[in-house]
Each structure stands twice: as C-alpha cells, then as structure tokens.
C-alpha cells in the first residue's frame, strides 16, 4: 500500500493566513460598526416617535398637553428645592412605565425619598443609544430627551411660548403654528448636575436659543425633532 506523505503548513504560510484574516477582519470592521450605529440611531428615532405618540394619547384624554414642569413659582432653578414634577412624570402611563407613575407620590416634591425609587431607575425609552456610557457621573437616572420650552434663552417660567412650560396645560388652539410645525422634543447630551428624567429642570427641558449650526459651541445640542403630532 503506498502512503503518501502530507504536507505541513509552515511557519510563513500560517502567517500569511493570519495576516490575511486581520486585514479581511480591518475592513470589516467599520462596516460593523457603521451598521451597529445605524441600528442605534434607528432606535433613537424610534424613541422620539413613541414618546410623540404619548404625547398624543395624553392629549386624548385629558385634551391638553402636560406642563413642562409642576412646581412653585419660576423662574426654574437647577437645584434639587421646590416639586419640579417633570413632563416625563405623568407620560409614563403612555410610555409602557405606568408601575412606576403609580409609585410616584405626586403630591411631594419629585426630590423626596418617596420618589427616590423612580428617580435612580433608568427608563430605556428616554436614552439614547448612540450616546452609550456617560462619562459623567450623576445620582439619579438621566434623559436624552428634552421637551422645547422657549425659542430664545431664557429661564423656565410660566410666561415662554413653546409648548411644555411651568404650570401651563396648553391645548392645539394654543398652537399658532400648528403641531406638525411646532418643536416639541429633542435629543440632547446629559452634563454634570443634572437632576435626572423626572425632574422638570434642563435635565428634560431646553430652549432653541443657539443656532443649530453652533452646537458645537453647545454642551449639549438639538439633534433630532419630535412633531407632536407625529405618529
């Protein structure tokens, strides 16, 4: 019986297998990345559009839309004193979240210890995905999303013209421009001190007073639009 003798690979041709995979998997590379972030981007869009439907539903039943914040008298100060119930707070029914609406106390400020469960739980609708793993240590739980409370900079009062203010329910009539061409919510990035999704400060409520074409001048920019009418 003739045996035939096999041949090993060597040295150079493992290596040139090897370098061959890492330039196969080098080009690869970006193009995974670019469909990983595409699919995040998807799903920040999608955010945007459930929380615009909330909206909506609120809107069905209580024929207004929820005040940007409920609290005291403004101007709104970034610092944890008064109820400062944000927008986010009476969404949550809407938002798939109600078991957390139903713990909130609404009575107390959104800062009591009553309220400190919902506060440190992060709400996977009011995050983006793009913006991954904040470096940014904050307490309680965040939001990518702000509702549009002014068109100039400003502080948070009762007395600004967009749609989610201080202690103002505002109906469509209130709407001069119409829903479809009204900001009511956009992306943000989240910065050192903010007080988290419930709380009704610019951790979830922003003006357009700077240019979009100077967010890079911004800590935090306008990225993506949520007509309140959008479905």
Known sequence: MVRFA??????????????????????MLPAIQASRETARRGQCVNNLRIIGQALTR???AYECFPAGVQ????????????????????????????????????????????????RRTTLAVVRCPSFGRSTVQTEWAQSNYAGCYHDEEAAID???NGVL?????????????????????????????????????RATLRNTGTPPE?????????????????E
């Open 165 to 201: 203010v201080l202690n103002r329910w505002l109906s469509k009539d209130d709407i001069p421009d119409g829903e479809a061409f009204t900001l009511f919510v956009s992306e943000k990035g989240i910065e050192a001190g903010e007080l988290g999704w419930a709380s009704g400060t």
């Open 71 to 118: 609290s005291e008298a403004g101007p709104i100060r970034n610092e944890p004193k008064g109820q400062h119930i944000g927008w986010i707070c009476p969404l949550l029914p809407y938002l798939e979240a109600d078991v957390y609406y139903r713990k909130l106390d609404l009575s107390e400020s959104v800062y009591s210890p009553k309220n400190d469960e919902v």
């Open 214 to 230: 100077n967010w890079l001048q911004l800590k935090a920019k306008l990225e993506n639009v949520t007509p309140g009418s959008q």
């Open 158 to 160: 009762t007395d600004r």
């Open 58 to 60: 609120y809107y069905g």
């Open 6 to 27: 096999r041949r090993a690979f060597t040295l150079v041709e493992l290596l040139v297998v090897i370098a061959m995979i890492g330039v196969l998997m080098a080009l």
